[in-house]
T-cell receptor
Framework: GAGVSQSPSNKVTEKGKDVELRCDPI?????LYWYRQSLGQGLEFLIY????????KSGLPSDRFSAERTGGSVSTLTIQRTQQEDSAVYLC?????????????FGSGTRLTVV | GNSVTQMEGPVTLSEEAFLTINCTYT??????LFWYVQYPGEGLQLLLK?????DKGSNKGFEATYRKETTSFHLEKGSVQVSDSAVYFC?????????????FGKGTKLSVIP
């Protein structure tokens, strides 16, 4: 597609429920990233996918968080047993190359509210 | 590790005022530097970038110069408009291991009033 697409744009869930957030990167972009944007915390790296390589999961805050990327394209971030501190905007980004000269293209994010 | 420090906001300016948002960084090697902008209700957009020392990135009237001697990448605009109201993020991408990660500052909220 023309840009990075994320769905849903907003999600309100009850504490303890599982949620799935979807990211559809730009066609042809081999690298995909998830970041979390919390109020007052800036942007926090969560996970990175590059082609068929094993993902870098070093930023995932707990084992309740997981992500997968199917067929080198669409990615799903899953949060199990959601907690109130999970409330944030989850941003997905993709890039054509991992060369340091390239920035990312971000989606509009999913605003998650845990009540 | 890598880090980015940018001036805390919020910053409130009158239309046509001069803007400076300071950004300094810590990184090994020769990082690339970026400014992203987030308009209300939207995702982050790349505003400008510089990949080596003394490079100047520019876009939409904004400029930033990569200063390796002061490890800075300050954002400037000569005459801001109401439409520039947004949150601005400084970021770096290192040249070493883990260079696929962008390290962001905490963002500076700019409000421009008519």
């Amino acid at each position: 597609g023309a840009g990075v697409s994320q769905s849903p744009s907003n999600k309100v869930t009850e504490k303890g429920k599982d949620v799935e957030l979807r990211c559809d990167p730009i066609s042809g972009h081999t690298a995909l990233y998830w970041y979390r944007q919390s109020l007052g915390q800036g942007l926090e790296f969560l996970i990175y996918f590059q082609g068929n390589s094993a993902p870098d999961k070093s930023g995932l805050p707990s084992d309740r968080f997981s992500a997968e990327r199917t067929g080198g394209s669409v990615s799903t971030l899953t949060i199990q047993r959601t907690q109130q501190e999970d409330s944030a905007v989850y941003l997905c980004a993709s890039s054509l190359l991992t060369d340091r000269a390239y920035g990312y293209t971000f989606g509009s994010g999913t605003r998650l509210t845990v009540v | 590790g890598n880090s980015v420090t940018q001036m805390e906001g919020p910053v409130t300016l009158s239309e046509e005022a001069f803007l400076t948002i300071n950004c300094t960084y810590t990184a090994t090697g020769y990082p690339s530097l970026f400014w992203y902008v987030q308009y209300p209700g939207e995702g982050l957009q790349l505003l400008l970038k510089a990949t080596k020392a003394d490079d100047k990135g520019s876009n939409k009237g904004f400029e930033a110069t990569y200063r390796k001697e002061t490890t800075s990448f300050h954002l400037e605009k000569g005459s801001v408009q109401v439409s520039d109201s947004a949150v601005y993020f400084c970021a770096l991408r290192s040249s070493g291991a883990g260079s696929y990660q962008l390290t962001f500052g905490k963002g500076t909220k700019l409000s421009v009033i008519p």
